[in-house]
Nanobody, 125 residues
């Protein structure tokens, strides 16, 4: 069973940085593809970044490309989202997700099987 717990959210000024973590308490983390999504108030959930099971392949939404970096440490059952040069429009609840498909990067929420509870990121101007 996969259980995802996000951490690392908070309040930061525009231009600042945060690193989100997503830890899995199960024993199958290394076989799952992982992703990050976000949902701002009044908006639909949107894709942010994805990484395959090995960490070799990554994919980013255009809105975060060059500013955010997704990574994973399979030995620690944890994925990360390093967020730099944050903008007020990055304000949202950020969710990590796990896909049993494993061997690819997936952009659609329907391709993920497990979700974390979310962590709030607020960027002030």
């Amino acid at each position: 069973q996969v259980q995802l717990v996000e951490s690392g959210g908070g309040l930061v000024q525009a231009g600042g940085s945060l690193r989100l973590s997503c830890a899995d308490s199960g024993r199958t983390f290394s076989t799952y593809a992982m992703g990050w999504f976000r949902q701002a108030p009044g908006k639909e959930r949107e894709f942010v970044a994805a990484i395959d099971w090995s960490g070799v392949s990554t994919y980013y939404a255009d809105s975060v490309k060059g500013r955010f970096t997704i990574s994973r440490d399979n030995a620690k059952n944890t994925e990360y989202l390093q967020m730099n040069s944050l903008k007020p429009e990055d304000t949202a609840v950020y969710y990590c997700a796990a896909s049993a498909k494993g061997g690819g990067t997936y952009l659609w929420g329907s391709e993920y099987d497990y979700w974390g509870q979310g962590t709030q990121v607020t960027v002030s101007s």
